[in-house]
Nanobody
Framework: VQLQASGGGLVQAGDSLTLSCAAS????????LGWFRQAQGKEREFVAA????????DSADSVKGRFTISRDNAKNTVYLQMSSLKPEDAAIYYC????????????????????WGQGTLVTVSS
């Protein structure tokens, strides 16, 4: 599956932003989808994930209550709604996909994902 992330930009602290990631070339509902981010000088880290069915979700403690992951299997797209953005949320955000036969699996580990988008930059000014 090929992934194309979009929606990044420059926002002020406290603002909201929604990222999108469009997929092509695979059976979309069979993929666990995740968002990861990598700030300058830091390792890539897990942000959120959603199961193939869209029922099960997981997110990092640092974004709980502020970020929401969702997917639209009819549109082959996964979203990351971000609110109350903080300067420490600034990073390149990557969407990723991992094929799983079971539709209720969610994955946190970066190593579990073998399909990655190109990343979209989010900058948060204080």
């Amino acid at each position: 599956v090929q992934l194309q992330a979009s929606g990044g930009g420059l926002v002020q602290a406290g603002d909201s932003l929604t990222l999108s990631c469009a997929a092509s070339g695979g059976t979309f509902r069979r993929y666990v989808l995740g968002w990861f981010r990598q700030a300058q000088g830091k390792e890539r880290e897990f942000v959120a994930a959603v199961s193939g069915s869209g029922v099960n979700k997981d997110s990092a403690d640092s974004v709980k209550g502020r970020f929401t992951i969702s997917r639209d299997n009819a549109k082959n797209t996964v979203y990351l709604q971000m609110s109350s953005l903080k300067p420490e949320d600034a990073a390149i955000y990557y969407c990723a996909a991992a094929w799983r036969i079971h539709s209720n699996v969610v994955l946190r580990n970066l190593e579990s994902y073998d399909n990655w988008g190109q990343g979209t930059l989010v900058t948060v000014s204080s």
